[in-house]
């Protein structure tokens, strides 16, 4: 279905000499100004009954009005999948996304995804790029997710992960003992020989991890992991590199998937666990409308706490 978009604005004394493109930017916030321009060229805005052009000048007292029709960008379909929505307002959602659960409709996964159920909760959703999801989390990787729910929250979500001012902390179960903090600056890019995969490679684009080891578990560590940028498998990536890998991730593992000394139990447990032990446990974001600092936190799953029980059980 369609959406219709039906605005006007009375031109004021105070934006008289202004162009029409920039006034109607500033009045309807919600859009794009490429977007807004975009429907000048279509011209879906009329100043005083007539089409324009961006650069007008407005001379005051004209009557602006946007009428418009515009189809969805996304065409998948809503499907009622159960969501964990820890936060709702009118301008964003945080999901605590599921192990398991894809975030987008592609190849293998055309249905059964985080898009399909947003679509089910918020039909409107369908008019953002995306669904609104400014970044992405693993199948298999579990935790916080933020969507926005209007262009003008998109497009301020994307420009605070530009510039680093949206926080994200993970919480991992590593094979090894890392040292106690650390920083992980190696640009990372696709795989030179598994194009399925992504390397630490020098032609690749900056990626900067930073990490603590919160507890160690014979042998194991728990480590929280701070990215300051958003490359595709980011930590899996540059913890593997560093020699410690993510228990359970079977992409970047490599043979190194148990400590020295694991019991015959305890492996068997590690190899029940079908997914790398990686969950987004914090987000923090400048919020877009009120400009206060929100931060979300999430506890591990399940699966998680009963891998770490295991852990400090085994004899």
């Known amino acids: 279905m369609n959406r219709k978009i039906a605005l006007t604005l009375n031109v004021k004394a105070e934006q008289i000499g202004q162009r029409v493109d920039v006034v109607i930017a500033e009045a309807f916030k919600e859009f794009s100004r490429s977007h807004l321009q975009k429907l000048i060229k279509e011209g879906a805005v009329k100043v005083n009954g007539k089409e324009i052009k961006p650069k007008l000048i407005l001379q005051g007292g004209e009557l602006i009005e946007i009428f418009a029709k515009?189809?969805?960008?996304?065409?998948?379909?809503?499907?009622?999948?159960?969501?964990?929505?820890?936060?709702?307002?009118?301008?964003?959602?945080?999901v605590n996304k599921a192990s398991g659960l894809v975030?987008?409709?592609?190849?293998?996964?055309?249905?059964?995804?985080?898009?399909n159920g947003l679509l089910n909760f918020?039909?409107?959703?369908?008019?953002?790029?995306?669904?609104?999801?400014?970044?992405?989390?693993?199948?298999?990787t579990s935790g916080l997710m933020v969507v926005s729910r209007n262009e003008k929250t998109y497009l301020n979500l994307i420009d605070q992960l530009k510039e680093r001012t949206v926080t994200r902390k993970y919480t991992a179960l590593v094979v090894g003992e890392p040292s106690l903090s650390g920083v992980i600056d190696k640009p990372i890019g696709r795989h030179p020989k598994v194009r399925t995969k992504q390397a630490v490679v020098s032609s690749g684009k900056e990626a900067i991890s930073r990490f603590k080891r919160v507890k160690s578990l014979k042998g194991y560590s728990l480590v929280e992991v701070l990215l300051e940028?958003?490359?595709?498998?980011?930590?899996r990536v540059h913890l593997s590199y560093l020699g410690f890998p993510i228990v359970g991730d079977n992409t970047y593992g490599g043979r190194r998937k148990y400590v020295k000394g694991t019991s015959e139990s305890l492996r068997n447990k590690i190899n029940q666990f079908n997914r790398q032990a990686l969950h987004a446990s914090s987000l923090t974001f400048i919020h877009p409308s009120t400009k206060e600092v929100s931060t979300f936190d999430s506890e591990l799953p399940d699966d998680m706490k009963q891998l770490i029980r295991a852990l400090k059980e085994d004899d």
């Open 122 to 140: 918020d039909s409107s959703l369908s008019y953002l790029p995306r669904a609104g999801i400014v970044h992405r989390l693993d199948k298999d």
């Open 229 to 235: 940028t958003g490359r595709t498998h980011q930590i």
């Open 70 to 94: 515009e189809a969805p960008k996304l065409k998948d379909k809503a499907e009622n999948i159960e969501l964990e929505i820890i936060h709702e307002d009118q301008d964003l959602l945080v």
């Open 103 to 115: 975030v987008h409709p592609g190849a293998g996964n055309p249905s059964g995804t985080l898009v």
